[in-house]
């Protein structure tokens, strides 16, 4: 079946720092999402991308839809304490209905002040 | 904006507890879901629905049910509480007019089975 294959795991870094994480998949998607979750809350919807090739900004935070649609990939310029929590991405399940999404595991961010 | 409620931030229950977690969403969505969040394994469906009184199994029902009698509502029903049902659960929704339209999520229920 589909899996997103999301890395790295987890990530500790200095305030100030740039981020790059990556989602790869043996499927093809037609829509990426990345998500964040801050400590204690529900993932919250940070960027959306519907095309290949794609490259969409929100903020410090960039995201690219890769040009094989099986990859997407989230960077964040100079880091800072509050971007701490797990970055998820997800793509609709192929074929599926009602618009089920699967998930990657998640890329834990940690941000030393 | 979208608003999605969930009737607890924390749970403890006891084992053989029947346990409801509720679900309120704001937006007239159609579809809501329900998963669990565990460490290691990320967001995994237990179930969704996509009408009112209608449900369908995710990826781990057993041990689940749910139920949804208004179409702002959807409840997750453990019959029988077990330690390993000890997880962080989040209910999401989303409109069904476009597969691009994103889930939005709740906070969260973190359940404690003793």
């Known amino acids: 079946g589909q899996q997103l294959n999301q890395s790295p795991q987890s990530m500790f870094i200095q305030e100030g720092e740039d981020v790059s994480m990556n989602c790869t998949s043996s499927?093809?998607?037609?829509?990426w999402l990345w998500y964040k979750q801050d400590p204690g809350e529900g993932p919250v919807l940070l960027i959306a991308?519907?095309?290949?090739?794609e490259l969409t900004s929100n903020g410090r935070l960039t995201a690219q839809f890769g040009i094989t649609r099986k990859d997407s990939f989230l960077n964040i310029s100079a880091s800072i304490p509050s971007d701490v929590g797990i970055y998820f991405c997800?793509?609709?399940?192929?074929?599926?209905?009602?618009?089920?999404?699967?998930f990657g595991k998640g890329t834990k961010l940690s941000v030393k002040p | 904006d979208v608003k999605v409620t969930q009737s607890s931030r924390y749970l403890v229950k006891r084992t053989g507890e029947k346990v409801f977690l509720e679900c309120v969403q704001d937006?007239?969505?159609?579809?809501m879901f329900w998963y669990r969040q565990d460490p290691g394994l990320g967001l995994r469906l237990i179930y969704f629905?996509?009408?009112?009184?209608?449900?369908e199994k995710g990826d781990i029902p057993e041990g689940y049910s749910v139920s949804r009698e208004k179409k702002e509502r959807f409840s997750l029903i453990l019959e029988s509480a077990s330690t390993n049902q000890t997880s962080m659960y989040l209910c999401?929704?989303?409109?069904?007019?476009?597969?691009?339209?994103?889930?939005?999520f709740g906070p969260g229920t973190r359940l404690t089975v003793l």
């Open positions: 937006m007239d969505h159609e579809n």
């Open positions: 999401a929704s989303r409109t069904s007019g476009s597969l691009t339209d994103t889930q939005y």
């Open positions: 629905s996509y009408d009112v009184k209608m449900k």
């Open positions: 499927s093809i998607f037609n829509t």
């Open positions: 991308l519907y095309k290949a090739g």
């Open positions: 997800a793509g609709p399940i192929y074929g599926g209905s009602q618009g089920n999404l699967i």
